[in-house]
């Protein structure tokens, strides 16, 4: 259950941020019915944890589990909040939808054509997230939507995808689902020099920020790690600060406007955004203060939709030495490089100029599928552990000899 209501809550997110960026009424109120089925989730879960606490000590591990429950729940309360401003028509200026197209990861829709690579074939052929670097979140057929989409989900031409990730992975999806050439909402010609403008890209830094401040603080509770932990809280106490100049410069920009009323939906997005943050921090207070982890939550977080991983990068391997703009790893295979760490500090959210050097450790996080190739990309190979049952890395060398 914790499994899913992860998963649920991200969608959630992804389909929130898709609404406002496609301007989907019916895509915001599919944020609602998810809200529904999440409620009831939680509550199911809290039920179990208030049954399987039958000494204090399991109580005290429970305790955990709830507060992660809590956490999720908060997430997608913050996507409903963000769906909110398509459903009450609260209004967004048009210069936000052009910039949230050059966000990291971005929404995208596409419609499938018969005689496309895509029609009448299974999502699971296409392995999509390692091929374009994209996850299909939602599937609009006729009048339903599909938002529990499988890899045994059969493509029928006239379907609408909805999908999340890597901008550069875009041309290859519309080609493989014979749609035309796309471009991006056209930057508007005036300067971005003015308080609209300097609010609009604060908020699409908090987007990014935020939904990194999510992913490392599922990476540190799967890997235990207090440093992560800490780069989550550096990362939260930056959102409340970019919150309140956001707050300035949209109050500023609107003695300029003549039709302030959109200016409202930046604010919605900046709240949403900072509590995002808020829920990251929450989950990591357990590693913070060293409190004990339910192991049950690792098993979980393993089973979810992506995988945490963290690989050294050894010596020779292929990735040393390039920098991620030529990797191209958020494509193949299709893995998002959360943070690097390198002499016990992190860099978080690497840009594409950065160059990987050994012994660098990557905390990215992407499709089960892709694991094993990041891992031979960094020099090694998985292998599972007869004894532990897990994977362990072996150098790719020292395989082959033996």
Not at 251 to 267: E, M, N
Not at 281 to 288: R, S
Request: glycine fraction near 8%; include cysteine.
């Amino acid at each position: 259950m914790i499994s899913e209501a992860k998963d649920s809550s991200e969608l959630m997110i992804d389909l929130a941020y898709a609404s406002v960026y496609f301007g989907d009424p019916q895509m915001a109120d599919e944020v609602g019915e998810l809200q529904q089925r999440l409620s009831e989730l939680v509550h199911d879960m809290r039920a179990v944890c208030v049954m399987a606490a039958r000494s204090p000590r399991e109580a005290d591990a429970m305790a955990s589990v709830l507060k992660i429950i809590s956490a999720i729940e908060r997430m997608g309360n913050d996507a409903v909040d963000i769906s909110r401003i398509v459903t009450r028509r609260v209004g967004i200026p048009r210069e936000l939808v052009a910039d949230l197209s050059e966000a990291e990861e971005v929404s995208h829709r596409v419609s499938l054509r018969e005689g496309s690579h895509f029609a009448h074939r299974v999502l699971a052929d296409f392995e999509l997230p390692v091929a374009v670097g994209m996850r299909v979140v939602a599937i609009h057929r006729d009048r339903d939507w599909i938002t529990d989409v499988g890899g045994d989900q059969v493509l029928l031409p006239g379907d609408v995808l909805f999908l999340h990730g890597s901008p550069a992975g875009i041309p290859r999806l519309r080609q493989l689902a014979g749609a035309p050439s796309w471009e991006p909402p056209p930057l508007p010609e005036e300067p971005t020099t003015t308080d609209l403008g300097r609010a609009i890209d604060v908020l699409v830094e908090m987007k990014n920020i935020s939904t990194t401040c999510v992913g490392l603080a599922w990476s540190a509770l799967v890997m235990r790690d207090v440093g992560l932990a800490a780069e989550v809280r550096h990362l939260e106490d930056r959102l409340d600060e970019m919150k309140e100049r956001l707050e300035t410069w949209v109050l500023r920009s609107s003695a300029r406007s003549s039709d302030p009323s959109p200016l409202r939906g930046l604010l919605h997005l900046g709240q949403a955004a900072e509590d995002l943050g808020d829920a990251a921090q929450e989950m990591v207070w357990l590693i913070e203060k060293q409190e004990e982890v339910h192991p049950i939550l690792s098993l979980a977080l393993g089973d979810a939709d992506e995988v945490v991983v963290r690989l050294p990068v050894r010596a020779g391997a292929p990735v040393e030495g390039r920098s991620l703009r030529e990797l191209h790893l958020d494509i193949d295979p299709g893995f998002h490089v959360m943070a690097v760490r390198r002499g016990g500090r992190y860099v978080y959210r690497p840009r594409g100029t950065e160059v990987l050097r050994a012994g660098d450790e990557l905390i990215g996080s992407g499709p089960g599928e892709g694991e094993r190739t990041l891992a031979e990309m960094c020099g090694w190979v998985l292998v599972d552990d007869d004894e532990t049952g897990e994977d362990v890395l072996v150098p790719v060398g020292e395989r082959r000899r033996s």
